[in-house]
């Protein structure tokens, strides 16, 4: 059974073994036992592997794969087995999955999917889901493959100004109806980063996510409960070690929203843009346009922030 929140170990990626080792001990402290890495996030595949030896067993991980053929997807997954030093992963996901020629690729005879119910069959995944910026894919993913969890943007400000690319709703609605995990990511996301801040170097800013978080323990809260309110499986904590303390006792101090309180926070957001408004999810005047590609570069490796 998943814990409310997971450990998104995005954030371990880019800091010291050292550093990384206080967040899961934290983690494991505070009975986080799921645990979300990917190939992309830095090193954080090998900041695990220590933990692994003596905690597999504590642990419900999940992993993920950007790649769409059932070839480049076995090399991924035996690449992260490997890198953690595992023989299974609890969980495994098509990562990022927001286009729909991408996920036709990846349900294919010679799609990503192959690898992953082989994987299954064999023992070395136990469970399949899909992460994606796009309801539209994950509602299409849903229809066409039983998937055991879908992980995807939740939180009041997507929620003023929702529109079909970017509506959770029929997500939640259909999950429920097929008994599927539901993880939420992008919670604590406040918008875009300022013009001032939105090309400076990931380690130059505030936060090492790729969108301005809240901070404060006070609006952190709020996300965490607007988002729990909507009974989702789990939260994904975001990708910056200063965050996690806050958003675990955002969770521990869990209190259910009313409807009246949901619709007041999400009127509060009226002031606020949601990510990619300028030239992705939003036009300028807040029109929909296609989803955004969450990946910037660095050092050659596309990484999501």
């Not at 003596?54 to 419900?60: G, K, S, T, V």
């Not at 299974?88 to 999955?97: K, M, P, S």
């Not at 939740?154 to 079909?164: A, G, M, T």
């Not at 996301?189 to 969108?211: C, F, I, M, N, Q």
Request: overall charge neutral; glycine content about 4%.
């Amino acid at each position: 059974m998943s814990s409310v929140i997971t450990l998104g170990c995005c954030s371990l990626g880019y800091v010291s073994q050292t550093e990384a080792d206080k967040i899961v001990d934290l983690a494991l402290a505070k009975g986080i036992n799921h645990f979300d890495v990917a190939p992309l996030y830095g090193e954080a595949e090998l900041r695990l592997r220590p933990w692994m030896k003596e905690h597999r067993d504590e642990i419900f991980l999940a992993c993920k794969t950007r790649m769409r053929t059932k070839k480049e997807s076995a090399e991924d997954l035996n690449r992260s087995l490997d890198r953690m030093g595992i023989d299974y992963i609890d969980l495994y996901q098509f990562h990022g999955l927001d286009n729909l020629t991408d996920l036709e690729t990846a349900l294919s005879p010679d799609g990503a999917l192959q690898t992953m119910i082989a994987a299954r069959e064999e023992g070395v995944i136990k469970y399949i889901g899909i992460t994606s910026h796009r309801p539209p894919t994950i509602i299409k993913a849903l229809e066409h493959f039983d998937l055991d969890t879908v992980l995807f943007p939740l939180n009041y400000i997507l929620k003023k100004y929702s529109c079909p690319e970017n509506n959770y709703a029929p997500i939640i609605k259909l999950a429920k109806k097929k008994n599927v995990g539901m993880i939420a990511m992008k919670a604590v996301a406040k918008g875009p980063w300022p013009v001032s801040l939105a090309d400076k170097p990931r380690e130059t800013r505030p936060h090492s996510t790729w969108y301005e978080p809240f901070a404060k323990q006070t609006s952190i809260d709020r996300c965490i409960w607007f988002a729990l309110s909507h009974g989702i499986t789990t939260i994904a904590s975001a990708c910056d070690v200063q965050l996690v303390q806050k958003i675990i006792d955002a969770a521990e101090r869990y209190t259910k929203l009313s409807l009246k309180d949901q619709k007041l926070l999400i009127e509060s957001a009226k002031d606020l843009k949601p990510l990619c408004a300028s030239n992705t999810f939003y036009s300028s005047n807040l029109k929909c346009a296609p989803p955004c590609t969450l990946y910037e570069k660095s050092d050659d490796v596309s990484v999501e922030r």
